[in-house]
């Protein structure tokens, strides 16, 4: 079957025989509202509430929503604004922790016999999606259509990040629980879990653990670059596309994150909803790079710190992978749902954009076959009509077009932009 394009990338994969560290409480946590697609939840609780680990605390009666939960005991401070990366404004609560962690009483294994009261319980985790996107999982969980194929991606096709790779290595039986748990509950037929031939001691692994059941079945897939995005990894493992417009779903198949899955599987035996991540902590002003796993809304300074980082030296900060993360104004910031990643520089290339020379490089690159540098040209006009014709929707802001570019252009960014000129249905 021949793979989509993509690119050779350095792996920096510096932490992956690096097991996970868990970070000790933090004296305070900053939990925002709104850390996943879909409406902000609403705060459940006021300044001087008590709360303890596990405890709901904003929900939101939208149906594209996720509930929050505490991962500490502790008391409300105060209920504040909080601004993200990409600028949205949304309510955050401020809680002083206490250091004794109780566990509140709403943490019990949920009653789960049918497929309507599983969509409901993992509404309650509050899962999403933890490779970065953040979607509500139980929304992907009740599609439409009929779904007969679960794609797990265990490709963490990004420089520098393993936390995906630690778990695989770390909970291999929580993630092929969770599989098995999806496909039970939702009548899928098949899962195919999909992992970068960079991972060959996770590969060995699930490959013997899968040996005797022949519904799930492990793909290699080649390390390149953007392996990971949902409609490359649909199409490496199993030959559908999902066109222009359409969801995975249409095309009869459901992507979800390693960590996601093993978390659904643990929920299911606990009870204990989504409160922490693993995030890999890297980068060249990182003394010691570590994989942590930390309670929800701990600050990316106190884990700096954790790690040796030299904060005077910083010129970068980026939250997620060098690829498709968001650069850190304030490492004052929390961890959120989606984070997976902390990457901290001291020095960066700063390049220089010059005229496009019309190579063509970021048209061989591109996984989905599309002209970026037309884009470009397309967008600077705003010819929408020409930016349709090029499919420029199809996009999945990977960074290759903008990888290659020789002139340094800002191809994948003008992607973005040209976007948002197209009428949403």
């Known amino acids: 079957m021949k793979k989509l394009n993509g690119i050779q990338l350095k792996h920096r994969k510096n932490t992956e025989n690096s097991s996970t560290v868990e970070f000790p409480v933090p004296a305070k946590v900053k939990i925002p509202m709104s850390m996943h697609m879909g409406a902000p939840c609403t705060p459940l609780v006021k300044a001087g509430d008590t709360v303890k680990v596990g405890q709901k605390i904003g929900d939101s009666d939208a149906a594209f929503s996720a509930p ?11 209920i504040t604004e909080y601004r993200n990366a990409m600028g949205a404004v949304c309510k955050a609560i401020e809680i002083e922790t206490d250091g004794k962690q109780e566990i509140s009483d709403e943490v019990r294994p949920p009653v789960i016999n049918t497929k309507e009261e599983f969509i409901k319980a993992v509404r309650e985790s509050g899962a999403v999606g933890l490779g970065g996107a953040g979607f509500p999982t139980h929304i992907k969980m009740n599609p439409k259509t009929e779904i007969d194929t679960l794609v797990l991606n265990g490709a963490e096709c990004e420089p520098y990040i393993t936390a995906d790779y630690r778990e695989m290595i770390e909970h291999p039986d929580d993630v092929i629980g969770g599989i098995r748990l999806v496909k039970e509950k939702l009548g899928i037929k098949w899962a195919k ?97 570590k994989n942590i796993s930390t309670v929800i809304g701990t600050s990316f300074h106190e884990l700096l710190d954790f790690c040796k980082t030299d904060i005077d030296s910083l010129r970068k900060v980026i939250a997620g992978g060098p690829m498709m993360g968001m650069s850190v104004p304030d490492i004052e910031m929390p961890v959120v749902k989606t984070s997976n990643a902390l990457l901290a520089f001291k020095s960066y290339d700063e390049r220089k954009t010059s005229s496009c020379i019309r190579c063509g490089r970021c048209v061989n690159v591109c996984p989905l076959g599309l002209m970026p540098a037309e884009i470009d040209k397309a967008y600077r006009i705003k010819d929408i009509d ?40």
Do not use: W
């Open 68 to 78: 929050i939960h505490s991962g500490v005991s502790g008391t409300v401070k105060a």
């Open 193 to 289: 879990l999909a992992i970068e031939a960079n991972k060959p001691e996770a590969i060995k692994n699930f490959t013997e653990m899968a040996a005797k059941d022949d519904t799930i079945d492990i793909v290699t897939l080649p390390s390149s670059y953007p392996q990971g995005a949902e409609k490359v990894i649909i199409y490496n493992s199993t030959d559908r596309i999902v066109k222009e417009g359409e969801l995975p779903s249409d095309e009869g198949v459901i992507v979800m994150n390693i960590s996601t899955i093993a978390f659904l599987y643990r929920y299911s035996k606990t009870g204990m909803p989504l409160v922490t991540r693993r995030l890999t902590v890297d980068g060249n002003a990182v003394g010691e790079p």
């Open 386 to 425: 020409d930016l349709k014709k090029l499919k420029v929707m199809l996009c999945m802001n990977c960074g290759s077009c903008t990888y290659v570019c020789p002139a340094n252009r800002k191809l994948a960014e003008t992607n973005q932009l040209a976007k948002s000129l197209i009428p949403r249905k």
